[in-house]
DNA sequence: GCTGAAATCGCCTAACG
DNA sequence: CGTTAGGCGATTTCAGC
């Protein structure tokens, strides 16, 4: 991926298009300034060097019957390369696991799980984690409520860090 | 929100449009097997009733200069119910959560966090989060790699369900 | 080179059956 | 839910800075 420096409109593009992903092109180009050719070719370029890996609904989870969710912090007993990388292919198929990240620290990886109920997720854990080869740990700890989830990242926090180096 | 019952052409097109936000309407309609004129009528229930909250571009966060993700276990000093929503309310302001869960167990809540990089992650831990009322305990796991991150919901798991208790 | 203007094509989205 | 039809957006082409 060829790191195309982003200018400003470029950013504005990601800012825009990261609230609201289904905006018309003309609607896009009008807020960030420019016309709506260069602005689709920007949008264009944007995907295919990477910058914008695909666009999403933003499903309500709980609405569609998935009253559980959860987070699992996972010891494993080897750390070596090929242990690491056959538990995160493991993590990768298992689709209730919506997240699975390494960590440093005691613990060595933390997965989001999501399911429709305690008993699917209960199963999940004593059938497919704990029974799954090199597991050694595994604690798990139910989301109560949410109080914050945004996609994305936080496009004020650049901006600041940009002004500050010119 | 009226819990309008979802039928099958409903559940197909909230996983299309989960899996791309961007499909044009009578892409849409073609893959779940309508014409596009009640397809968007559907979409517009959906989005109406609160099932699709939005649509979002998925913005590669390391691309942009983001390197450093962090989750944060954070415990309170008192529970009460103000004290948690006052916390809460704080975690939505700081940009850099990006997500805030309450939990079970020991620990209270658990962050995930971006940053550009540590140093303006260390300043906001000890600037904010430690700095911050009511807050008794802060453990960070850095993120040193990233296996999934898959956004929505698994439709696999809600339609195996929905088959087996047909 | 990149932007903007014009033109074509296809989609969105009403109204009706 | 489907069909029709009009208006608007998307997207290519081409000219200008």
Redesign the pocket.
């Known amino acids: 991926m060829a790191q195309h420096r982003l200018?400003e409109?470029d950013r504005k593009i990601l800012a825009e298009l990261q609230a609201d992903g289904r905006?018309?092109?003309?609607?896009?180009?009008k807020r960030v300034?420019?016309?709506?050719?260069?602005?689709?070719?920007?949008?264009?370029v944007l995907e295919e060097q990477g910058f914008i890996r695909g666009y999403h609904a933003d499903v309500d989870s709980r609405a569609l019957g998935f009253e559980v969710q959860v987070f699992v912090m996972v010891g494993l007993q080897s750390q070596a390369e090929a242990d690491l990388s056959a538990f995160e292919a493991r993590c990768r198929a298992w689709s209730l696991v919506r997240e699975c990240h390494m960590l440093n620290g005691e613990v060595d990886f933390i997965l989001k799980c999501v399911a429709p109920d305690l008993s699917t997720f209960q199963s999940f854990l004593t059938g497919d984690l704990l029974t799954a080869p090199n597991v050694a740990s595994v604690k798990t700890s139910l989301v109560i409520r949410g109080a914050k989830d945004e996609p994305g990242v936080p496009f004020d926090i650049l901006e600041e860090r940009l002004s500050r180096s010119a």
């Not at 905006?23 to 180009?29: F, I, P």
């Open positions: 200018d409109i905006m018309t092109n003309v609607e896009l180009a300034g420019i016309s709506a050719p260069p602005c689709l070719r920007r949008v264009r």
